[in-house]
């Protein structure tokens, strides 16, 4: 029998110590019997072993991000992947329904691809996709923090077309891992897995009209029906998922505007940034004066404002019992070029230069949201993941020179 040639990915730049162990169970999706080792140096050792793993000390940074379904998961992505730089697209040449996005320094996998029922099977369970019984949590634990230790894995597909479990594909470990789903914060193992973590949470009467807009108007839908799936959903989302943002280091509550009473649209939205105090590498956006408490209606002479007009709102808070700051934004924007007047009264943000937000904002002017508070503090916790990063990255290279030094 022909001998396996693997090759061992690992994130870029730093010295990498590896070592070769034996595991007794391995759901990581291959066997290495030829492993190529390439030293700092440039050359290739081959070295020969039986059923072992590649653990290399990686730099692979993993994000979680946590939401119900249709709540913008995918669009936040968008967002970030492009403060990183490279459009994220599927694998090439893989699984044309593969859920996974590659870009030039992240990959973003969908949890979703750890269901262990497809839909039938789900169906025939009585259980929800929500339900911790129809997800393989083992597997998601032991696949992701084998990609953060810079070990490639065979991870599953799920086909949201078919609802089958399709052949796996494989994952290198990128720069920055983002798993995004439903359950990235239900797993303890998996949660300390994260470097940073959001939660984006949107309210039952945003949700509902959101859900009315586009089921209705774009697919047909009755109005019986649409309150019919939401409330079918609502005792597993309650159980499952929600308590998850207790965990987040940041989250994105989406609510109904308080500048027009009784509005019932879900058109004009109040978003708040919720930040936890005392993350490592992150540090909270503040309005104006860190730590005090912030009332601004920014519209005049310098923002055009049409009705009900922009409020923002900032203040020290308590959330879960965990210390946070609250950054909160009511109204939308008439013009994006004039929302550098809002970003410089911001502090924290984590610009490379003045206006990077604007920049961000205006080059993705067509993505929901991009005029109210769902896009600008996605815009900014994508740029604060980025400074994150630049930490994480500056602190092991730090470590390996301090401990020569010694």
């Known amino acids: 029998m022909a001998a396996t040639v693997c090759t061992v990915y690992t994130a870029q730049s730093l010295n990498s110590a590896c070592s070769i162990s034996t595991p007794s169970k391995t759901h990581l999706g291959f066997t290495q019997r030829d492993v190529v080792l390439f030293s700092s140096s440039g050359k290739k050792t081959n070295r020969r072993c039986s059923k072992s793993v590649i653990t290399c000390a990686g730099e692979t940074v993993v994000i979680g991000l946590a939401a119900d379904s249709g ?32 870009s030039d320094t992240t990959t973003v996998i ?5 269901h262990s029922l497809d839909r039938t099977g789900r169906k025939e369970k009585g259980v929800t996709a929500l339900d911790p019984r129809a997800n393989d949590f083992d597997l998601m634990y032991e696949q992701v923090k084998a990609i953060k230790d810079g070990i490639a894995v065979e991870k599953p597909i799920y086909n949201h077309v078919t609802g089958l479990l399709d052949p796996p594909e494989l994952i290198k470990p990128p720069k920055i891992l983002v798993i995004e789903g439903l359950h990235p914060m239900f797993d303890e193992r998996v949660r300390k897995l994260l470097d ?62 308080q500048l027009i009473p009784d509005d019932n649209e879900g058109k004009i939205l109040r978003v708040k940034l919720i930040m936890k105090e005392g993350v490592q590498f992150f540090s909270p956006v503040y309005l104006f004066d860190e730590g005090s408490t912030i009332s601004w209606i920014p519209c005049g002479r310098k923002l055009t404002c049409s009705y009900p007009g922009i ?17 909160e934004m009511d109204g939308q924007f008439d013009r994006l070029d004039e929302l550098i007047y809002v970003e410089s009264h911001l502090s924290n943000i984590s610009t490379k230069f003045y206006g990077e937000v604007t920049q961000q904002m205006l080059k993705h002017a067509d993505f929901p949201g991009s005029n109210n508070g769902t896009g600008l503090f996605q815009t900014i916790v994508g740029l604060k993941i980025r400074d994150l990063f630049e930490q994480v990255v500056a602190s092991k290279v730090k470590t390996p020179v301090e401990a020569t030094k010694a």
């Open 196 to 257: 940073f973590s959001i939660y984006l949470d949107i309210s039952n009467e945003v949700k509902f009209a959101w859900k009315i807009q586009r089921d209705m108007a774009e697919r047909g839908h009755s109005l019986e029906s649409i309150k019919a799936s939401i409330e079918a959903r609502k005792p597993d989302f309650d159980a499952y998922i929600d308590p998850q943002k207790q965990y987040a280091d940041a989250v994105i509550e989406v609510l109904p505007t």
């Open 110 to 114: 969908c949890l979703d691809d750890y």
């Open 311 to 327: 409020k923002f709102y900032y203040e020290p808070d308590t959330y879960y019992g965990h210390e946070v700051s609250v950054l």
């Open 71 to 102: 709540c913008g998961k995918s669009t936040f992505m968008r967002r970030l992947t492009s403060v990183f730089g490279g459009a994220a697209e599927p694998p090439k040449g893989g699984n044309p329904d593969s859920n996974t996005l590659i």
